[in-house]
């Protein structure tokens, strides 16, 4: 297991810049993913980091030595790739056992970390079979026993389980995480999932355009999201953002709901909303800050109960989401399943600003830091 630090890496194609100055350092151990948009440089990060490509700026350390411009087989890297790419002639256990051959690792060595691994991934039984004969979640397990019997100090996955169906893809992240908790390997995982970020890893790298926009836990990215771009990114739904005016009132500025009827809502950083007293800011409320009225939390400080107008429900089972409109915004609310909403019904909705964000409309900044 070794750390890993990104330092100030930038990679230019001719004139387009596509990573601007990367800064990570990833502890030893560490589960750290890349989440971003495609295209803003995430595959480019890892090829780096695996020198498959060549930076153009900045340096890259493993285990506390420079390996910017060391070969990849010097590096001691595992990768798996989103086309996991198996020999289709090769049975499963050759399969695993190749990297270690080219290495020239002796056959009774390679038998016993064969072994080791398919008990480890529970692919014992499928030894003997050709890629061809096997499912895709299977093929995916072969593809990660391959790195796996490598022992590196140090594990890139680049979206490994994006070919595979919702439900697998949900089995396999678990079989991930578990894989993480029994090796302790260091792991950089990319996805364009924001959902496979937030339940794999320990801290999160959120990229856009080159650019890392936010790096924390995944509860620090959903509770504090640095600017309006990491808000709408991490969270599922997403975030709702309500342009909402500042106004003035006897007991500082507070932010005027324009839905069915103007209502007040109380937001808990005063102070940043000063300079935007009589002009629009971005209100950010996750979904389930907007629930039905609940008798437990009447009277708090950051508690408003308003009418909003029903336009459409979305039964879920353990809840039902609720959409409503504020002028062209569309709201997303979280209720519970029992509460009655009709497409048409103006109902009672409990609005809960206490861990509300807010953002300058024109720059997407956060204001309430
Ligand atoms: N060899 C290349 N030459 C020029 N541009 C490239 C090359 N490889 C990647 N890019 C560009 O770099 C950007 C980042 O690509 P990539 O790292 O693959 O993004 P991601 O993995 O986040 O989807 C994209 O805009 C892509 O078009
Ligand atoms: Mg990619």
Redesign the pocket.
């Known amino acids: 297991m070794a750390n890993l630090v990104i330092d100030n890496v930038i990679k230019r194609?001719?004139q387009?810049e596509?990573l601007k100055g990367i800064n990570i350092a990833i502890e030893a151990g560490e589960f750290l993913i890349l989440v971003?948009?495609?295209?803003?440089?995430?595959?480019?990060?890892?090829?780096s980091i695996a020198g498959l490509e060549e930076v153009t700026e900045g340096r890259i350390l493993i285990d506390d030595k420079d390996v910017t411009y060391a070969n990849p087989k010097d590096r001691d890297i595992a990768m798996v790739f989103q086309s996991y790419a198996l020999y289709p002639n090769m049975t499963v256990e050759q399969n695993i056992s190749f990297g270690l051959e080219m290495r020239k690792v002796p056959k009774e060595d390679r038998d016993i970390e064969v072994k080791r691994v398919a008990e480890m991934l529970q692919i014992t039984h499928l030894l003997h079979r050709k890629p061809a004969q096997l499912s895709g979640g299977q093929r995916q397990r072969v593809a990660m026993g391959r790195a796996l019997a490598r022992r590196p100090q140090l594990y890139l996955f680049?979206?490994p389980l994006s070919n595979l169906d919702a439900k697998l893809r949900v089995e396999m992240r678990t079989e991930i995480k578990k894989l993480h908790q029994k090796l302790g390997t260091t792991i950089v995982y990319?996805t364009?999932d924001q959902i496979e970020a937030m339940t794999l890893a320990d801290r999160i790298a959120v990229?856009k355009d080159?650019e890392v926009q936010q790096l924390g836990t995944p509860q620090e990215i959903y509770d504090n999201p640095a600017n309006l771009f990491v808000a709408g990114f991490m969270g599922s739904p997403a975030m709702n953002f309500i342009p909402t005016k500042v106004v003035a009132t006897d007991t500082g500025p507070m932010l005027e709901l324009d839905a069915v009827q103007k209502t007040l809502l109380p937001f808990p950083n005063k102070a940043c909303l000063e300079s935007y007293v009589g002009k629009t800011i971005m209100l950010g409320l996750r979904p389930e800050m907007i629930t039905e009225p609940q008798a437990h939390k009447d009277g708090q400080p950051f508690v408003i109960t308003t009418e909003i107008n029903v336009e459409v429900t979305e039964p879920m089972g353990a809840d039902t989401m609720i959409l409503t409109r504020v002028k062209e915004n569309e709201i997303n609310c979280r209720s519970h399943p029992a509460y009655p909403a009709k497409p048409g019904d103006n109902i009672k909705m409990m609005f809960d600003t206490s861990k509300a964000v807010a953002f300058d409309q024109e720059t997407g900044v956060r204001l309430d830091v």
């Open positions: 194609y001719g387009t596509v971003g948009p495609s295209g803003c440089g995430k595959s480019t990060l890892m090829n680049d979206e990319v364009h990229m080159g």
